[in-house]
C-alpha cells in the first residue's frame, strides 16, 4: 500500500548570505534566484508527483507568510505555519511531527529546506520513493546524503556504515561543519556523504524522538499542535514557541540517536546524486549557473545584467539587472547591486556577507535588511 506522505518545507530562515538582494521580508526563498519560479515554488514543483497540496505545510515567520501564501496558493492558508521566534530547525520539525501526528500519525513526513536547487528531478524523485518506503517500515529514520565532489568545509558530513539493502547504508554518526583538513580525511575515506538537511520519518517517530531526546520541549510543542485550529492557537504559539531551545534537528535528534550505535539508531542514510546544491552563498549560485551554462561567457563570468563587456576578466559573478556591465581585469569577484545597496566581495569571501547584515544592525540601518 502506498505511504501517505505528507511534505514540510522549512522556510523560515532570512538567508543572510545572499543580502542585498534578500531581505527579511524577502529572503532568498521567495526570490527567483535560478529562473523565473522562486526557490520555495520549486520546492513544492518538485515535490508534486508524491503528494498533494493539500498535503503539504511549510513553517516560516510573518514576515514571508503572505508572500509565500500568494506563491504557493494551493496550499491551504492554515498549513503555513508562521513562527513567532526563530528556533532553528529541531523546533520547526519538531512541531511539524506533533500537528500531523495528530491528524494522520502513520503518515511519513519529508523535512525539506526551501533553498534547495535539484538538476536531476527524475533521480530525486526515485531517491525519495525508496526514503519513504523505508521510513514507513517502521521506527527508522532517513536522511539523504551527498558524495561529495570536494572537500567542502561549509557543509556537516554523515558517517556511514554497514549496507542494509541495494542503496541503503546504516548511519555511524553525524559530524557538523569540519576544517580543511578532517573534510579532506572524510573525502578520501569515501565513506562519509555531505548532509542534505533533507530528513524523511513518520510523524509518530519523529514525535516520539522529540519526546525522547528533548523531553523539555516536547510538552511545548504539544501544547502549540494540540490549539492549532483554534481560535487561541496564535496566543498559544506565541506564548511557547520563544521558549523552546533554539538548536538544529541534527545536533538535538540526530546525534544522540547515532551514539546508540549503529545497530540500534535506527538511522539510516541513502546516498543520492541528483544534482544537489544548497545555494548557500553568492559562491554556490555562481557554481551552479556555471555548471549549468546559464548566462556564462567562455571566460566562466556569470552576469545577469542587459549586456556585458569582459575584457581579462574571469570567473566572476555580477548581478545588475538594470545595466550594462563592463569587466576589466578583475577575476572571481561577487557584484550585486540593488535599488539601496552594492555588495562587492569575492567568491571566496561570499560565505561571510552574513556579517554585513549584522554590522548593519548593529550600526541601526535595519531599513537595509
Request: net charge negative.
Amino acid at each position: 500500500m502506498k505511504a501517505d506522505f505528507r511534505p514540510i518545507i522549512l522556510a523560515g530562515g532570512s538567508g543572510t548570505r545572499f543580502w542585498p538582494r534578500s531581505r527579511k521580508a524577502r529572503a532568498k526563498q521567495v526570490l527567483a534566484l535560478d529562473g523565473e519560479r522562486t526557490m520555495i515554488q520549486r520546492t513544492m514543483d518538485r515535490l508534486a508527483p508524491l503528494a498533494q497540496p493539500e498535503d503539504f505545510w511549510v513553517i516560516t515567520n510573518d514576515l514571508l507568510s503572505g508572500t509565500i501564501c500568494g506563491q504557493l496558493e494551493e496550499v491551504p492558508e492554515e498549513q503555513v505555519v508562521c513562527e513567532p521566534a526563530a528556533r532553528n530547525t529541531a523546533p520547526a520539525a519538531g512541531l511539524g511531527a506533533f500537528l500531523l501526528e495528530r491528524l494522520a500519525p502513520d503518515a511519513v513526513l519529508g523535512m525539506f529546506p526551501a533553498d534547495h536547487v535539484i538538476s536531476d528531478e527524475p533521480a530525486f524523485i526515485a531517491t525519495i520513493e525508496k526514503a519513504i518506503e523505508l521510513a514507513g517500515a517502521g521506527e527508522n529514520m532517513v536522511v539523504l546524503g551527498i558524495k561529495p565532489t570536494r572537500a567542502e568545509t561549509g557543509y556537516g558530513y554523515i558517517e556511514t556504515g554497514e549496507a542494509t539493502g541495494e542503496g541503503v547504508l546504516r548511519v555511524r554518526r553525524f559530524t557538523e561543519k569540519p576544517n580543511q583538513e578532517r573534510a579532506e580525511e572524510f573525502v578520501a575515506a569515501g565513506n562519509y556523504h555531505w548532509n542534505s538537511g533533507i530528513f524523511i520519518w513518520s510523524a509518530k517517530t519523529l514525535a516520539n524522538a522529540v519526546r525522547e531526546h528533548l523531553p523539555e520541549m516536547a510538552p511545548l510543542l504539544e501544547q502549540i499542535a494540540a490549539a492549532h485550529g483554534t481560535p487561541e492557537f496564535s496566543k498559544v504559539f506565541a506564548e511557547l514557541y520563544p521558549k523552546c531551545e533554539n538548536i538544529s534537528v541534527d545536533y538535538a535528534i540526530l546525534e544522540p540517536r547515532s551514539a546508540k550505535g549503529e545497530q540500534r539508531s535506527n538511522l539510516f542514510c541513502i546516498p543520492a546524486s541528483f544534482g544537489w546544491n544548497d545555494l548557500g552563498s553568492w559562491a554556490a549560485l555562481y557554481e551552479h549557473q556555471h555548471d549549468l551554462r546559464a548566462n556564462t561567457d567562455e571566460h566562466g563570468n556569470v552576469t545577469e545584467c542587459t549586456g556585458r563587456v569582459a575584457l581579462d576578466a574571469r570567473g566572476n559573478y555580477v548581478f545588475s539587472p538594470k545595466k550594462l556591465v563592463a569587466m576589466v581585469g578583475v577575476s572571481d569577484l561577487v557584484v550585486v547591486e540593488t535599488d539601496d545597496a552594492l555588495l562587492i566581495t569575492t567568491r571566496n569571501h561570499s560565505q561571510e556577507v552574513g556579517k554585513v547584515v549584522k554590522e548593519l544592525i548593529e550600526s541601526g540601518r535595519k531599513d537595509l535588511v
